[in-house]
């Protein structure tokens, strides 16, 4: 059985291919799609190995944005992005160029102190994760976990060369079945206790719930967020959320089309006192080549391409709840 790392609030996850979905569901159902700003993505994959990504988002005043493109040939992938501020990330990733290890160097341009070297070595019942800050003085990191298909345990550590100290040490522990997850972490050098939970509740409407607590031992300061998500019905999805501030949110998603989403989100804080709510509309498309040669052409079929598919995704945000 083939096991990858997926790091989840601080914690190190070791999870079978087929339990990949339930370990990331608990942070889905909590932050996903809960989106206030204004945002715009538009993705091109392609067959031929060649994928394309330009991103917009506008937070207040201030306008960021990044164009990426991947490119995949055999067990090689190479990611190239240049945003806005005239950075050029680049990331070279080689899968098994020894049998259970992936291999993967990063670096910013102009940045001389970002080149970044990672390792990922994965077996049966034990993953490893290690990466160096390429640096005269390197910052070393790693992480490795241990464990069956229902429980694991995982620890990772970061150590500063220069100063000769630990950054980060964060233990854990996870037990997961097929219809919940829990986890008990101990981060920050360990300041901070996490837990966390989730329990699906009807796998017909999708119905689940979530829970995320939080203690920080300096200050005796206790957090909490609970949410919730169900089907209406095949198209509409619904999510709630609430947190121990009184931050109340809910969301709903409607699949108007095969895989293109309508999302309207709603935030209500009663502490903030000039802008009590904020409300969101996030747009997700997706635009098969084929069809558009089909209503260009009239009468083709679906034409050659139509395999090929190009997806927009944009997101409009406001405040006050006006939109």
């Known amino acids: 059985m083939r096991y990858v790392l997926n790091t989840v609030h601080a914690f190190i996850y070791l999870a079978s291919n087929d339990d990949i979905e339930?370990?990331?569901?608990?942070?889905?159902?909590?932050?996903?799609?809960?989106?206030?700003?204004?945002?715009?993505?538009?993705?091109?994959p392609s067959d031929a190995g060649l994928g394309l990504t330009a991103m917009g988002v506008k937070k207040?005043?201030?306008?960021?944005?990044?164009?990426?493109?991947?490119?995949?040939?055999?067990?090689?992938?190479?990611?190239?992005?240049?945003?806005?501020?005239?950075?050029?990330?680049?990331?070279?990733t080689v899968n098994e160029l020894v049998a259970g290890v992936r291999t993967s160097f990063s670096f910013r341009i102009p940045d001389q102190k970002s080149g970044k070297l990672d390792l990922q070595y994965l077996y049966d019942r034990a993953a490893?994760?290690?990466?160096?800050?390429?640096?005269?003085?390197?910052?070393?990191?790693?992480?490795?976990?241990?464990?069956?298909?229902?429980?694991?345990?995982?620890?990772?550590?970061?150590?500063?060369?220069?100063?000769a100290s630990f950054t980060e040490y964060?233990?854990?522990?996870?037990?997961?079945?097929?219809?919940?997850?829990?986890?008990?972490?101990?981060?920050d050098k360990g300041g901070t206790l996490k837990a966390s939970y989730v329990q699906?509740?009807?796998?017909?409407?999708?119905?689940?719930?979530?829970?995320?607590?939080?203690?920080?031992?300096?200050?005796y300061g206790n957090s909490f967020t609970i949410g919730s998500c169900h089907a209406l019905n095949p198209l509409i999805t619904i999510k709630t959320r609430f947190n121990n501030s009184g931050k109340a949110a809910v969301l709903c998603q409607h699949e108007w089309r095969p895989q293109s989403f309508l999302t309207l989100s709603a935030e209500y804080n009663p502490k903030a006192?000039?802008?009590?709510?904020?409300?969101?509309?996030?747009?997700?498309?997706?635009?098969?080549?084929?069809?558009?040669?089909?209503?260009?052409?009239?009468?083709?079929?679906?034409?050659?391409n139509h395999d090929r598919y190009i997806i927009i995704k944009g997101t409009f945000g406001c405040k006050n709840g006006t939109v």
């Open 22 to 44: 339930c370990k990331s569901f608990r942070t889905d159902l909590l932050t996903k799609d809960y989106n206030f700003d204004h945002k715009f993505t538009l993705t091109t």
């Open 60 to 92: 207040d005043q201030l306008f960021i944005g990044d164009i990426s493109t991947q490119y995949r040939s055999g067990k090689t992938t190479v990611d190239v992005k240049v945003d806005t501020d005239y950075n050029v990330s680049t990331t070279i």
């Open 128 to 163: 490893i994760n290690s990466s160096i800050v390429l640096t005269p003085i390197p910052l070393l990191e790693l992480a490795a976990a241990i464990g069956s298909k229902e429980l694991t345990l995982g620890t990772e550590v970061g150590f500063d060369s220069a100063s």
């Open 170 to 187: 964060n233990s854990g522990i996870g037990f997961n079945k097929h219809d919940f997850s829990a986890a008990l972490i101990l981060a």
């Open 200 to 219: 699906g509740v009807n796998p017909v409407t999708g119905a689940a719930v979530a829970a995320d607590m939080i203690h920080r031992f300096n200050t």
């Open 273 to 304: 006192l000039n802008a009590p709510s904020r409300g969101g509309l996030a747009s997700s498309i997706w635009v098969s080549c084929g069809l558009r040669l089909f209503l260009e052409e009239g009468g083709r079929g679906e034409g050659e």
